[in-house]
């Protein structure tokens, strides 16, 4: 099973809104990641928890906050958004596998939350 | 210079065609290559990975230059179902914290019937 499940699935919220996306696995990976897609352009990596400790932050501006309350599951928070923010976002997790086999730590991806900022 | 780079087509090709995709890569320490498809408002699904000796899954076929820092995608006997984006993606360690994929900007494939 490389199941990773992603919601909601479509979000629609305003500037001054604060909503929350979630992701969960249960593969018994630890190494989870959210990216950004924007329409016909490749996903952006924005951070990466490894073992629940954020580990790599894609200078992403602070309305958006991660969290990872545990080894399954992974949260972005989102406040104060703008348009342009509006995406796709994609939750991914790996085994988490260190040194140089992270070079070969395979990524699964979840369904995305579709989000507009109105 | 993009570290990953790809041509975005659109490839278009009838059922059957024999269709090829090249991705070229900048980072000399590059380690890991994969392949991964996307479907229109889908999430990137792997396709399979590709090894320095060149690997093949049934009509697909995967190769891996390094001398030449490029990874190729070859699909056989196009299926209607091929039709995606296809992305090259690239793994490189670095110092400190490491970048963990490294996406290609993805190669539009529609198969006509």
Redesign the interface.
Same mark, same amino acid.
């Given at each position: 099973d490389t199941e990773v499940t992603q919601t909601p699935k479509h979000l629609v919220m305003g500037m001054t809104n604060k909503k929350s996306l979630k992701c969960e696995q249960h593969m018994g990976h630890r190494?989870m990641?959210w990216y950004k897609q924007k329409a016909?352009? #490749? #996903?952006e990596?924005m951070f990466?928890y490894s073992y629940e400790k954020l580990?790599?932050n894609e200078s992403v501006p602070s309305r958006f906050s991660p969290e990872c309350p545990n080894s399954s599951l992974l949260n972005l928070h989102l406040h104060a958004l703008q348009p342009e923010d509006s995406a796709?976002y994609?939750c991914a997790s790996?085994r988490g596998l260190a040194g140089?086999q992270?070079?070969?730590?395979?990524?699964?991806?979840? #369904?995305?939350t579709?989000l507009t900022v109105l | 210079r993009k570290e990953v780079e790809q041509d975005p087509g659109p490839f278009n090709v009838p059922e059957g065609a024999t269709v090829a995709f090249n991705c070229t890569y900048s980072n000399s320490a590059s380690q890991s290559f994969f392949w991964y498809r996307q479907d229109c408002r889908k999430e990137p699904k792997l396709l399979m990975s590709v090894y320095s000796s060149g690997n093949e899954d049934g009509r697909f076929t995967a190769q891996l230059n390094r001398a030449s820092q490029y990874i190729s995608l070859l699909i056989r006997d196009s299926k209607l179902s091929d039709s995606a984006t296809y992305l090259c993606v690239v793994i490189f360690l670095s110092s400190g914290s490491a970048r963990q994929l490294t996406f290609g900007s993805g190669t539009q494939l529609t198969v006509l019937p």
């Open positions: 190494a990641y016909k352009k #490749p #996903p990596l990466v580990s790599i796709l994609l790996s140089v992270r070079a070969t730590d395979t990524q699964y991806f979840g #369904p995305g579709r | -």
